[in-house]
């Protein structure tokens, strides 16, 4: 289920599941987020030695390709309501249900990607491999942290049944064990960088919504992503 939700991977295999399987299903996204990385780190690994520019240009429309854009679709909305919304919640809520995308959404976009492209062309010819690997773990493992810690607005969204379902104990050992083996595998500080991204997606979500959205959980992923790849240049 995680899988298939987070990923375009073909999986195919399909049921249906339980209130109580989609709520453990939550606990699998720094797993998917690991089988991610283990693709980006084996692209990386076996692209041919050519334009190095290219080679990352590459490597980043893989990491596109393989979620959708699904997160990137949640930052897009959340720029958007960030700017338009006034710090009005309602509005802001409205403007996130709105399938079009404004210029601030476009230009956050850009940006997002211009600073994952500068950050993995950084680290080309070192760690790229670990890095690749953890970015999209700790994304994912962002979303689990913003579960536990925090409210979700939007009623009737995608989120509010996995939520009420949920395992919270799992849950905080889950976000403990992957922030320690993180700091193992790329060090402390692009974790650090990480919880901190987290921590600020957290506040600017209560105080501009009351909580979180999917769309809030999205957004997560892609700058906690951009958060760890710049921490694991100063590590290379």
């Known amino acids: 289920m995680a899988l298939q939700f987070l990923t375009r991977l073909p999986v195919p295999f399909s049921f249906s599941a339980t209130d109580q399987q989609l709520g453990r299903s939550v606990l699998f996204y720094p797993l998917v987020g690991l089988i991610i990385g283990l693709l980006l780190s084996s692209a990386a690994i076996s692209l041919p030695a050519v334009h190095p520019p290219l080679q990352t240009a590459l490597i980043l429309t893989f990491w596109v390709l393989l979620t959708g854009g699904l997160h990137l679709d949640g930052l897009a909305d959340c720029a958007d309501a960030w700017a338009g919304g006034l710090g009005d919640r309602d509005k802001s809520l409205r403007i996130m249900k709105d399938p079009s995308a404004g210029p601030i959404a476009v230009i956050v976009l850009l940006l997002t990607l211009m600073l994952k492209w500068s950050a993995l062309q950084a680290l080309m010819e070192g760690r790229i491999g670990m ?36 395992p919270l104990r799992e849950s905080q050992a889950m976000i403990v064990f992957i922030a320690l083996a993180a700091m193992l595998s790329i060090g402390i500080l692009p974790v650090l960088l990480a919880i901190a991204m987290a921590v600020w997606i957290r506040m600017t979500g209560l105080r501009r919504l009351g909580g979180m959205t999917g769309d809030v959980y999205g957004a997560a992923v892609e700058l906690v992503e951009v958060a760890v790849l710049m921490g694991c240049i100063s590590y290379d």
């Open 131 to 166: 890095a690749l690997l953890m970015a999209p773990v700790l994304g994912r493992t962002a979303i689990l942290g913003l579960m536990v810690s925090a409210s979700y607005v939007s009623k009737g969204g995608l989120a509010e049944n996995l939520l009420k379902n949920l």
